[in-house]
């Protein structure tokens, strides 16, 4: 696995504007959930993550693929993190015709990535 980019506003951006590949959006979020593969097994350990999670995802999703996982995020930020794009960066979000689910997946992944920045600030 690659190295991942530090969780900040430039990896949001890089997030929504598709500079960063999906597998890696995919790894920061499990990381912020607590996922961890074993570098030497390739097994996931997932003793960190909550157990609404854990129980669910005993390893992590696809959140590009998965629509029920990425749904799960959705309904796992609080209520005042809902529009932190918008409040913290100024994003309009997608212009009409230009975005599909992947787009919006990624968009809700940066929105919860931000979310997790607040509370650890």
């Not at 590949?21 to 979020?29: E, F, Q, S, W, Y």
């Not at 157990?51 to 995802?57: A, D, N, Q, T």
């Amino acid at each position: 696995m690659s190295e991942l980019p530090l969780l900040d506003n430039e990896t949001i951006w890089a997030i929504l504007n598709e500079e960063i590949d999906d597998a890696a959006v995919n790894r920061l979020v499990w990381l912020y959930l607590g996922y961890r593969c074993d570098a030497e097994t390739g097994k996931w350990n997932s003793a960190d993550v909550a157990p609404e999670w854990r129980l669910e995802y005993p390893e992590p999703p696809d959140f590009i693929d998965s629509r029920p996982a990425t749904v799960k995020l959705t309904r796992s930020t609080p209520p005042e993190n809902k529009q932190l794009l918008k409040e913290k960066l100024g994003f309009k979000g997608y212009k009409i015709g230009e975005f599909g689910p992947r787009q919006t997946r990624r968009a809700t992944m940066a929105n919860w990535l931000m979310g997790f920045m607040e509370v650890e600030s």
